[in-house]
């Protein structure tokens, strides 16, 4: 089930390596030496309860939690404590979570812990990388945190199974926390001093759900690449604005990598070539500054890449166990709004892919636009209304992430008493993100949809090379339109194409990797 490759613990991860977990493509380890680093922050923590009822107060340890945080808590009652911590703080709602996403949430948690701050034992973490191992899976919902003290909800329903509690998937079935563990031949842990905090405080909901959004992202921005390459050619689009010299006066890196890609997936084009001396002298925008806009998106993602990576190795919870002092010490790692920053912007950018898409979606179905084309691409136009709802649907996605690009980091809503006076919203962000980017890709499946229509009442002149190899794996998988049939399934397929990646790998074999 799980590829050869193993990720270390407490180890820099790609957003790269945190997808190899979460599909189950790469197996997590824990190495002596983050065993040894957890160890050591579990002695403080040690040395701290065994002190009993003398013990100064320390925050989640031997007190109780958020505007309750002045409360002392015997001695005698500290895993009860934990256990009510847990319990208390699952009340998530909404539907459940992807099962990707929750192997994510589990692994990063492990990461979080093996950094050496939590102080929590190596037993939880040994236990948590076994439910990994074994496929068992905790139904988390995925609504209730507002990103501070870190995802605390969502958090919770994971460590109710580590607990014995709640319900989890395993081998298809569902079954409470117990009866999952015991499926897969494991036993719940007794949680001790702070063991509770340092399974709920933290961002891995954020994190998680954010981390493999930005990545998918990415993959879309490649594909608007190729995908706009085929709608210009479908349009007898010019690429002359592809020039390196262009990019190099304005040397954004997005931009750069964009323009490289399309002058490479155009190579050797036909059907520009057939159109070299028309009169027409600049493209629309949506054709004519594919670079500038899929660039800037492009740098947008790089930067969230940058954030999401750099909070795969932080120490997210609180209070933190500094073992080399023996100190422990509360501050606020736990709060979401570095994360909610960047996934809000990601959000956007990954919405302007969309955005211009659509727009040359309306140019290749509008008569009045399309150089020529017949009305709709309709191969009997007025007996056939062709793609004219393809665009609908398109406008209509498009729309719809215009409302979810409102930045959620922007909101706060004071919880806990007032003790927890402003939160980052960052799991909003997150799920919006993902959502943004699932609209994305329909869009750009509709728009190659459309285009490869284009492309087949060009012929026989062939298009550029990638875009040549494209096209012929889309017509693999959906025939091209004769007369009016049920668009839906068509959309589909597409649209696997491009979740899959098998589009761009067409393309790629051609003309070579695309940035």
């Known amino acids: 089930m799980h590829g050869e490759r193993e990720i270390g613990l407490g180890e820099a991860w790609t957003l790269e390596d945190l997808a190899d977990v979460a599909y189950g493509r790469a197996r997590v380890v824990l190495r002596e030496d983050a065993r040894a680093r957890i160890d050591r922050a579990r002695a403080v923590v040690d040395r701290l309860a065994e002190a009993g009822d003398g013990a100064p107060n320390v925050y989640g340890v031997n007190t109780g939690f958020g505007a309750l945080a002045e409360t002392r808590i015997a001695h005698d009652q500290i895993r009860t404590l934990q256990r009510n911590l847990v319990r208390s703080h699952a009340c998530g709602v909404g539907p459940l979570l992807p099962t990707p996403v929750v192997r994510a949430m589990m692994a990063l948690r492990a990461q979080t812990v093996a950094i050496g701050c939590s102080g929590a034992r190596a037993e939880v973490v040994d236990l948590l990388l076994a439910m990994l191992e074994r496929r068992v899976h905790p139904r988390i919902p995925s609504q209730g945190s507002v990103g501070a003290s870190g995802d ?23 079954l ?89 997936i155009l190579a050797e084009s036909e059907i520009m070539e057939s159109h070299r001396d028309c009169k027409k002298v600049q493209d629309p ?32 919870d609180n209070p933190l166990v500094f073992a080399d002092e023996g100190e422990i010490i509360s501050g606020g790692n736990f709060h979401g709004q570095p994360l909610a920053i960047a996934l809000d912007t990601a959000a956007i950018a990954i919405a302007e892919l969309a955005n211009v898409a659509e727009r040359r979606i309306e140019q290749l179905v509008n008569p009045a636009m399309s150089s020529g084309l017949p009305p709709f691409l309709a191969p009997r136009s007025g007996l056939d209304s062709g793609f004219m709802m393809a665009q609908v649907t398109a406008a209509a996605l498009v729309s719809e992430n215009k409302v979810l690009c409102h930045p959620a980091s922007v909101d706060s809503i004071p919880s806990s008493a007032g003790k927890e006076d402003h939160v980052s919203m960052g799991s909003i962000s997150a799920r919006k993100c993902a959502q943004v980017a699932e609209h994305v890709r329909w869009v750009l499946a509709i728009e190659a949809l459309v285009a490869a229509q284009g492309l087949d009442l060009r012929a026989p002149l062939q298009a550029g090379l990638g875009v040549r190899a494209a096209h012929a794996r889309l017509r693999e998988s959906v025939a091209t339109l004769l007369e009016d049939r049920p668009l839906h399934v068509d959309i589909e397929a597409v649209s696997e194409l491009v979740r899959s990646g098998e589009l761009l790998r067409a393309a790629s074999e051609v003309v070579g990797p695309l940035a």
């Open 152 to 174: 605390l909800a969502p958090l919770a329903h994971l460590a109710l199974v580590l607990i014995g509690e709640g319900e989890a998937e395993h081998e298809g079935a569902v």
């Open 176 to 264: 409470t926390g117990s009866g999952a563990l015991a499926a897969a031949g494991l036993a719940p842990v007794v949680l001790e001093a702070k063991e509770g905090l340092a399974l709920i405080n933290g961002t891995q909901l954020i994190l998680a759900v954010g981390a493999l959004a930005v990545l998918e992202g990415e993959a879309l921005a490649r594909h608007a690449d190729l995908i706009g390459a085929m709608s210009l050619e479908a349009l007898q689009g010019t690429g002359r604005p592809f020039d390196d010299r262009i990019a190099r006066v304005r040397p954004h890196p997005g931009h750069a990598a964009s323009a490289a890609n399309l002058r490479a």
């Open 285 to 316: 925008y949506s054709l004519r500054c594919m670079p500038q806009v899929h660039g800037a998106s492009r740098d947008a993602l790089g930067w969230a890449r940058q954030v999401l990576e750099r909070e795969i190795v932080a120490a997210t």
